[in-house]
């Protein structure tokens, strides 16, 4: 299938370097990846720890893994010997159990505070008051095994441009107003936003990472 290959090079094409890719390999088979992989990809997203702990247990070790989907806390300690970043930290008790598993592993584990910017009740997030509070939580200071990096979110499933841009566009200024926030554990570089459907009206907006998964691989 020498599509992935061609359909990777059009995003980032596409991109013009503005952010990087994720490939989204959920669901994906063993194979898709390591055609993925041989076409000189290395950034891959998942959103189960399970699924994604047993590609990585097969794959290559240079994969870059990305945490992209909702989170349990019960479920960290499997992935924080390898994980690059996670994007779905949506609690404060998440983010001190990063901590501790990253601590047992004597690593620093990237991650993204994902904000609640769709108007489906669905998705997860925190709300943009709770986000602030983390930041401004003297507790987070004691934290020194995770960073806090920047920003996840996902817009509304619509068709209307003008109100995922909207979207987008709100969770880029939070992000530029949370760039005061100096800690030693927050680095605010990163804002995780588009997908298949809007990742290009996510990069007009700002966005440093994308996470793409059908434009890749095709539909489920």
Not at 111 to 139: N, P, R, V
Request: glycine residues 4%.
């Amino acid at each position: 299938m020498p599509e992935i290959a061609q359909n990777i090079k059009q995003i980032e094409d596409q991109l013009q370097q503005k952010a990087r890719l994720i490939a989204v390999t959920k669901t994906k088979p063993i194979e898709a990846l390591e055609e993925t992989y041989q076409a000189g990809f290395r950034c891959f997203g998942e959103n189960k720890v399970q699924e994604m702990t047993a590609k990585y247990e097969v794959l290559p070790k240079d994969i870059e893994w990305h945490m992209i989907g909702h989170l349990q806390s019960n479920k960290v300690k499997y992935m924080a010997p390898y994980v690059s970043m996670i994007h779905s930290v949506d609690n404060f008790k998440l983010l001190k159990e990063i901590n501790k598993e990253a601590a047992k592993n004597k690593r620093v584990i990237d991650c993204l505070l994902q904000i609640f910017i769709a108007e489906e009740e669905t998705k997860f997030g925190l709300s943009d008051e709770e986000a602030k509070e983390i930041l401004e939580s003297e507790a987070l200071v004691s934290l020194t095994n995770i960073r806090i990096v920047g920003l996840m979110g996902m817009a509304s499933n619509s068709d209307d441009e003008e109100k995922v841009r909207l979207e987008f566009r709100h969770l880029k200024t939070l992000f530029d107003s949370f760039k005061t926030y100096e800690k030693a554990n927050v680095e605010m570089r990163e804002l995780s936003m588009g997908m298949s459907g809007d990742f290009l009206l996510a990069v007009e907006e700002g966005s440093t990472l994308v996470r793409v998964g059908s434009a890749i691989f095709g539909a489920r």
